[in-house]
């Protein structure tokens, strides 16, 4: 079992930056794919980047230079580094983990959610 919970979220400007961290709990954090979703009010939850099992990258086309995903198996933490951010970047951040990653990426039977961390951009 994996229980995710993030912290990070608040008010910027646009322009500004924040780091969200996704701290687990649990045995196999090490051996899972994690990664970030966010839902925007009145929109579907949408990937935002995945960091695999091998440590393969993949990002949603809208943070693609601006967000950075990394991770620290020892201390079982994930994190979001978010960079240039645009009001269009305001939802509630969720991170995730599976033993798979395609479930991870394809965002389909996704075992483990954390609650989610508000993030909201002031333009």
């Known amino acids: 079992q994996v229980q995710l919970m993030e912290s990070g979220g608040g008010l910027v400007q646009a322009g500004g930056s924040l780091r969200l961290a996704c701290q687990a709990s649990g045995n196999i954090f090490s051996r899972c794919a994690m990664g970030w979703y966010r839902q925007a009010p009145g929109k579907q939850r949408e990937l935002v980047a995945v960091i695999g099992r091998d440590g393969n990258l993949k990002y949603a086309d809208s943070v693609k230079g601006r967000f950075t995903i990394s991770r620290d198996n020892a201390k079982k933490m994930g994190y979001l580094q978010m960079d240039s951010l645009k009001p269009e970047d305001t939802a509630v951040y969720f991170c995730?983990?599976?033993?798979?990653?395609?479930?991870?990426?394809?965002?389909?039977?996704?075992?483990?959610w954390g609650q989610g961390t508000q993030v909201t951009v002031s333009s």
């Open positions: 995730a983990a599976d033993l798979s990653d395609k479930n991870l990426v394809n965002g389909r039977f996704i075992s483990y």
